[in-house]
């Protein structure tokens, strides 16, 4: 018997960590849990802790760690606090493969560690390619860290391309949901609130993720993801806006065959392909009766409605530390509009000027990442207290 997969879950109280650890839960054969990490979620993480006795559990907000620590006392499981700890134990020897599902840029750091340490990388989060595409993908090459990507659309392009023999790309056929307000006109998306924004009609995610869905941004942040992830110009990249949901994305070659990937939308596949790969394993999920779906549906994206998606396509055509400021601009504003502080399309406006404003640096080094973030976090702030 082969020795089982050592996995470290940083996030593992979100909603990608939870599907995670359902996969392990089906497969305990096959995988067991090293690592589990969470911002916030101590009593979550307490329980995870003790189902899968795991070794190390880090909460990243150290003034939960009391807690934590004297909750699990009893087991033997070493606690720690902070980022630098995660970092650190990402990092480490006993570790084989690292989740990456943490929410926005804190989890860049965790993973730019682990890619150092040239872990298998399977990667849920996606600011760390929006914001440090070029850096993450040289440091992965250069230290031999495979990246599996786990979201369901590049999942799905990374499986159609496993056939491909070395041909080229001709274009990615990026597929969108369209989010709750797909079929809303501007004026009514335009007085939108938080809770509408939530209802995302497919899939269910966090609420940072579901607003990214709202505004289409989080489609914007996949387009930078897959240049990265792909190697291909923004320009061979089209979203199709599929409401169903079913087609998780395709690639199309130079001779017009298009390779697709269909399931229903069910992260607990694409994240168990990223664990076992190239295996695949059964983790419970609905199987697609063709006959009874009847036909599937597909049409443009309307960019009047969803500027963000413009918004994304521009920051990576500029390139450098244009996607770091966009990310750290939409963070502050889905908070701010999470909040109730600011409306729907004030968060495009905010991201505009942030942008407008930013000093480009053309090859961003780990350094100017951090800065660009900061400064347009700055920004975004300054801008939103005036909402
Ligand atoms: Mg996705």
């Known amino acids: 018997m082969t020795a089982k997969r050592r996995i470290a879950v940083l996030g593992s109280t979100g909603s990608i960590g939870t599907q995670t650890l359902d996969v392990v839960r089906r497969h305990p054969d096959l995988f067991e849990i090293e690592l589990i990490s969470a911002n916030n979620s101590a009593d979550l993480l307490i329980e995870q802790a003790r189902e899968f006795q795991v070794n190390n559990v880090v909460i990243c907000n150290e003034a939960h760690y009391r807690k934590v620590a004297d909750a699990l006392a009893d087991e033997p499981v070493k606690v720690f606090a902070g980022v630098d700890s995660l970092c650190a134990l990402a990092s480490a020897e006993d570790v084989d493969i690292v989740v990456a599902a943490m929410v926005g840029f804190s989890g860049l750091k965790p993973t730019l560690a682990a890619v150092q340490a040239g872990k298998i990388i399977a990667l849920a989060n996606k600011e760390t390619l929006v914001a440090a595409g070029p850096l993450v993908m040289r440091l992965a090459r250069e230290n031999g860290a495979p990246i599996i990507p786990v979201d369901s659309e590049h999942s799905a392009i990374f499986q159609c391309l496993l056939g491909a023999c070395d041909n080229p790309i001709e274009k990615i056929h990026l597929t969108a949901s369209g989010g709750p307000f797909r079929t809303w006109s501007r004026e009514r998306i335009a007085s939108a609130t938080c809770a509408d924004a939530l209802k995302h009609p497919n899939w269910n995610m966090g609420a940072k993720i579901t607003i990214d869905s709202a505004t289409m941004m989080n489609k914007g942040f996949e387009v930078i993801e897959a240049c990265h992830l792909f190697d291909v110009p923004a320009e061979k990249i089209e979203v199709v806006v599929h409401p169903e949901s079913i087609v998780h994305s395709m690639v199309e070659f130079a001779d017009g065959a298009v390779m697709a990937q269909l399931g229903h939308p069910d992260m607990r596949e694409p994240i168990a392909l990223a664990l076992a ?111």
Not at 284 to 301: V, W
């Open 277 to 387: 790969f190239p295996q695949r394993l059964p983790v419970g999920n609905r199987k697609l009766d063709f006959a009874q779906l009847g036909s599937l549906s597909f049409s443009k994206p309307d960019l009047e409605r969803f500027p963000c998606l413009s918004l994304a396509y521009d920051a990576i055509r500029r390139g450098g530390n244009v996607p770091c400021g966009l990310n750290a601009a939409n963070e502050e504003a889905v908070a701010a509009f999470l909040n109730g502080k600011i409306g729907f399309y004030d968060i495009p406006e905010i991201l505009s000027s942030v942008l407008d404003g930013l000093v480009f640096v053309p090859e961003p080094g780990e350094e100017d990442i951090f800065n660009t973030h900061e400064i347009a976090t700055i920004r975004a702030r300054e801008i939103i207290s005036t909402k």
